[in-house]
């Protein structure tokens, strides 16, 4: 099961409150550059039965096209079989929920005819929050349009999980292959992803040295410089790429 929506909507704080899993959660977009996996006991559906959640962190506008870290975590949708879009029904940081799961539909659809087709259940969360029931309507009736469930949740106080995940284990009971189809076959450039890689060096009118490459620049925007740990991380990747002896050399 794939959770998507908008970054900071709460995804993580789901995983965390309907499984073992333990994300870091922060106040910034790229709070993990990989899927947190968590595995979910379904409770009072099954006493043995159990589903494997995946929080898919970081899609944005543009990301069918590698803004963000589109492509890495699209390629990731491509393995679940039901998809739950979480939408903040709050609306607290400005943004319309409706237009935000258009939006995320939207990117799925560039990429992927068939993940578009995937099984989706709308999950309305921060339902504990002013302003999330003036949105509440809205959402309903675009459920009713798009003919999905929609479920009012709050992933903090656990208003209305349970429901959600009995939903989603009886999805997939029902859940149904879709035959693979000849499609285009998508080619990636081996000297592509060379020249993302890529590394340059130069010198500004200052002297001093500026570092660039599209991988290090994504990685700088996904690095939170206040968090200790990312921090490190960010040290360890510069160390492995070589850029120190790139530096010395320069």
């Known amino acids: 099961v794939g959770l998507v929506g908008y970054p900071s909507v709460g995804k993580s704080s789901l995983v965390a409150s309907v499984s073992a899993a333990r994300p870091e959660i922060a106040e910034y977009h790229f709070t993990t550059i990989t899927p ?3 595995v ?12 494997v959640m995946a929080d898919i962190p970081g899609l944005i506008d543009g990301a069918s096209e590698g803004v963000g870290l589109g492509h890495d975590f ?23 929920p409706v237009d935000d799961y258009y939006k995320i539909n939207k990117e799925l ?3 992927s005819e068939k993940i578009a087709r995937r099984p989706q259940i709308l999950a309305c969360n921060k339902m504990d929050l002013p302003g999330a029931e003036e949105n509440y309507g809205r959402l309903k009736e675009l459920a009713a349009a798009e003919g999905i469930a929609m479920f009012p949740i709050s992933a903090a106080t656990k208003q209305g999980v ?6 989603v284990a009886k999805v997939l009971d029902e859940y149904v292959e ?21 590394i340059t060096i130069t010198r500004d009118i200052s002297g001093d040295f500026v570092v660039s490459g599209k991988s290090l620049e994504k990685l700088v925007a996904m ?9 490190r991380r960010f040290q360890y990747i510069w160390r492995i790429k070589g850029i120190d002896k790139l530096l010395r050399e320069k």
């Open 162 to 167: 349970q429901e959600l995940i009995n939903h």
């Open 109 to 111: 659809k560039i990429y």
């Open 74 to 96: 699209l390629r990731h949708v491509e393995r679940t079989k039901v998809i739950v879009h979480i939408v903040d029904a709050s609306g607290m940081e400005g943004r319309d």
């Open 223 to 231: 690095t939170n410089f206040g968090n200790d740990e990312a921090v």
């Open 40 to 51: 979910v006991n379904v409770g009072d559906y099954g006493d043995e039965k159990t589903f």
């Open 36 to 38: 947190v996996l968590g």
């Open 178 to 198: 879709e035959p693979e189809e000849e499609e285009g076959v998508k080619v990636y450039d081996a000297n592509a992803e060379e020249d993302k890689d890529a």
